[in-house]
C-alpha cells in the first residue's frame, strides 16, 4: 500500500481559523509557532507549511481584519524553529516577483545549513500592483509574465546553489579556515528578468537544494510545478478532483522526462473530530458558522460584488443586482474569476438548496474537510490516497496553535496500526522524508 504523507499548515492568517474560540492564541507569538511545529513532529510529519504576506489585505479601504495583528517574516521564523525541532522539514512561501534570486538562494542555503537540511521554498509569483507599492519597483510585472520570471528566477537560484564545488570549503588548524576560489564558480546571467555576475555567499546546504513545492491550480502553475516541483500544493478537494488534478500533474511531470512518483501531491485538508459521526458533524457545523459570521459572509460576497452590500441581510436571499466588475473593493486577495459567471453560479445553487447569503459562503468556502470519528477520517485520508487522488494532505487546523493535538494522539496511531504511515524517521533531510518508503501491509 502506498505510504501516506502529511504536513501542517500554520493557522494564521486564513479564513479557517476560529479566533473567537476561548482557546485560540496568538498567531505572532513564537510559543504558537513553536507548539505547532513540535506538535506536528510529533506526529511524524513530512514538514511545517508556513505562509507569507507581503501586505496587510484591505477591505472597502481598511485592513482585512485577519490580518490586523500583523505577519512575521517566513525565514526569522523558519530559522528559530530549526533551533527547537529535530527532523521535521521547515518549508515557507516566498514570492519570486517581489524578490532577487541572490538573496533567496541564500537565505535558504542558511536555512538548510541551520536545519541540516530540512528547509524548502513553496514558489509563489505576484502581478498584483497593490502588493507591489510596497516595493521599489512596485506593481512592474505584467500577469502573463509572472510564471517567465519565475521560471529565470528559479534557474539563477540553482546557479548560485550548484556555483560551490564539494570541497570548497578546507579547514587548517593552523592557519584556520579558509575557501580555495578555484573551486567556487562565478554566476554570470543575462536574461531579460536578471543580469546578475558574482558569487554565492556559502555553499549549498545538506540537500544540494532546498525542497520545492508549488502552490498550482492554474494551468501555467501545473506545468511550472510539473516541471520543477517536489510537491505541488492544491486546493481540490473532492476525490475525484483529486485524481484528475494528480494525473494531470503527474502526466506533466513525466511528459517533462521526470519520474512522475518523485511529485507528490498535497491538498489542503481540515478535520473534524468526534466521539461519533454525529457529534463531529454537530462540531463541523458549530465551526463552519463560527468561521463565517454573517458581517464575514456580507464582506465575502462584496468580494465577487464589488459593491457594498452592507444593507443585505447575511441570513437572506442573494442581492438581486448584479456585480459591477470593480475589483478595488478588496485588495491584496486572490480573485474569484469573473464576477458575472461566478455571481450566477452563486445564484443557482442558493436557489436549488435553498441558501441565504451566510449559508452560501459557507457552502462555497469549505475546503476539503474530513469529519467524523478518528477510524473513520483514517479510513478516508488512506482511501484518498490508495485511490491516487493525492500523497498526502497538508492539515489547515482551525484552531491556533493546539488544532492539530487531537489529530496526533487519535489519527495518528490508526494510520500507523493501518500500515500507511510512519512508525519513525527514517531519514534527516526534507527530501528524504518526501521519499516513497517501502510497502506496508496492513
Given at each position: 500500500m502506498k505510504q501516506i504523507h502529511l504536513a501542517a499548515h500554520f493557522p494564521g492568517v486564513n479564513n479557517t481559523t476560529v479566533w473567537a474560540d476561548p482557546a485560540a492564541g496568538s498567531q505572532i507569538e513564537f510559543d504558537s509557532f513553536v507548539h505547532l511545529a513540535r506538535?506536528?513532529?510529533?506526529?511524524?510529519?513530512?514538514?511545517?507549511?508556513?505562509?507569507?504576506?507581503?501586505?496587510?489585505?484591505?477591505?472597502?479601504?481598511?485592513?482585512?481584519?485577519?490580518?490586523?495583528?500583523?505577519?512575521?517574516?517566513?525565514?526569522?521564523?523558519?530559522?528559530?524553529?530549526?533551533?527547537?525541532?529535530?527532523?521535521?522539514?521547515?518549508?515557507?512561501?516566498?514570492?519570486?516577483?517581489?524578490?532577487?534570486?541572490?538573496?533567496?538562494?541564500?537565505?535558504?542555503?542558511?536555512?538548510?545549513?541551520?536545519?541540516?537540511?530540512?528547509?524548502?521554498w513553496?514558489?509563489?509569483?505576484?502581478?498584483?500592483?497593490?502588493?507591489?507599492?510596497?516595493?521599489?519597483?512596485?506593481?512592474?510585472?505584467?500577469?502573463?509574465?509572472?510564471?517567465?520570471?519565475?521560471?529565470?528566477?528559479?534557474?539563477?537560484?540553482?546557479?548560485?546553489?550548484?556555483?560551490?564545488?564539494?570541497?570548497?570549503?578546507?579547514?587548517?588548524?593552523?592557519?584556520?579556515?579558509?575557501?580555495d576560489p578555484i573551486r567556487i564558480t562565478t554566476v554570470e546571467h543575462h536574461g531579460p528578468q536578471f543580469d546578475v555576475r558574482g558569487m554565492a555567499t556559502l555553499p549549498a546546504g545538506p540537500q544540494g537544494q532546498p525542497v520545492l513545492l508549488q502552490a498550482g491550480d492554474s494551468e501555467e502553475g501545473r506545468s511550472f510545478g510539473a516541471r520543477h516541483a517536489d510537491a505541488m500544493f492544491t486546493l481540490h478537494g473532492s476525490l475525484e478532483d483529486g485524481q484528475r488534478y494528480t494525473a494531470d500533474v503527474k502526466g506533466r511531470a513525466a511528459a517533462s522526462g521526470r519520474n512522475p512518483n518523485e511529485l507528490k501531491v498535497f491538498p489542503a485538508a481540515t478535520f473534524v473530530l468526534g466521539d461519533s459521526a454525529a457529534d463531529a458533524a454537530e462540531k463541523a457545523e458549530y465551526i463552519r458558522r463560527q468561521q463565517v459570521s454573517g458581517p464575514t459572509a456580507i464582506a465575502m460576497l462584496e468580494q465577487v460584488w464589488g459593491r457594498d452590500l452592507s444593507d443585505y441581510d447575511p441570513d437572506g436571499p442573494l442581492p438581486d443586482v448584479d456585480p459591477t466588475g470593480d475589483t478595488s473593493i478588496t485588495q491584496g486577495r486572490v480573485r474569484h474569476g469573473d464576477p458575472i459567471a461566478v455571481a450566477q453560479r452563486y445564484r443557482e445553487r442558493a436557489a436549488a438548496e435553498n441558501l441565504s447569503i451566510r449559508e452560501l459562503v459557507i457552502a462555497v468556502t469549505s475546503r476539503q474537510q474530513f469529519v467524523g470519528t478518528a477510524a473513520h477520517i483514517a479510513d478516508e485520508m488512506n482511501r484518498y490516497v490508495q485511490a491516487d487522488a493525492c500523497d498526502g494532505f497538508i492539515l489547515v487546523p482551525h484552531l491556533t496553535p493546539h488544532g492539530l493535538d487531537d489529530f496526533?494522539?487519535?489519527?495518528?496511531?490508526?494510520?500507523?496500526?493501518?500500515?500507511?504511515?510512519?512508525?519513525?524517521?527514517?531519514g534527516r533531510t526534507l527530501r528524504e522524508h518526501l521519499r516513497d518508503q517501502p510497502a506496508m501491509n496492513s
Open positions: 506538535t506536528a513532529e510529533r506526529g511524524l510529519f513530512d514538514f511545517f507549511f508556513l505562509a507569507e504576506g507581503l501586505r496587510l489585505r484591505e477591505h472597502r479601504g481598511r485592513i482585512y481584519d485577519l490580518d490586523v495583528v500583523g505577519r512575521p517574516d517566513t525565514f526569522t521564523v523558519l530559522a528559530a524553529l530549526a533551533g527547537v525541532t529535530d527532523r521535521i522539514g521547515l518549508t515557507g512561501t516566498i514570492n519570486t516577483t517581489f524578490n532577487e534570486p541572490f538573496e533567496v538562494a541564500r537565505q535558504f542555503a542558511t536555512l538548510d545549513h541551520l536545519s541540516d537540511g530540512r528547509a524548502g513553496n514558489i509563489v509569483t505576484s502581478s498584483d500592483a497593490f502588493t507591489g507599492a510596497n516595493f521599489r519597483r512596485g506593481g512592474f510585472l505584467d500577469h502573463a509574465d509572472r510564471y517567465r520570471r519565475a521560471e529565470e528566477f528559479l534557474a539563477v537560484a540553482r546557479e548560485f546553489w550548484d556555483s560551490w564545488a564539494p570541497g570548497a570549503v578546507r579547514a587548517d588548524v593552523d592557519a584556520g579556515v579558509y575557501v496526533v494522539d487519535q489519527v495518528v496511531p490508526l494510520l500507523q496500526e493501518r500500515g500507511v504511515y510512519r512508525t519513525e524517521y527514517t
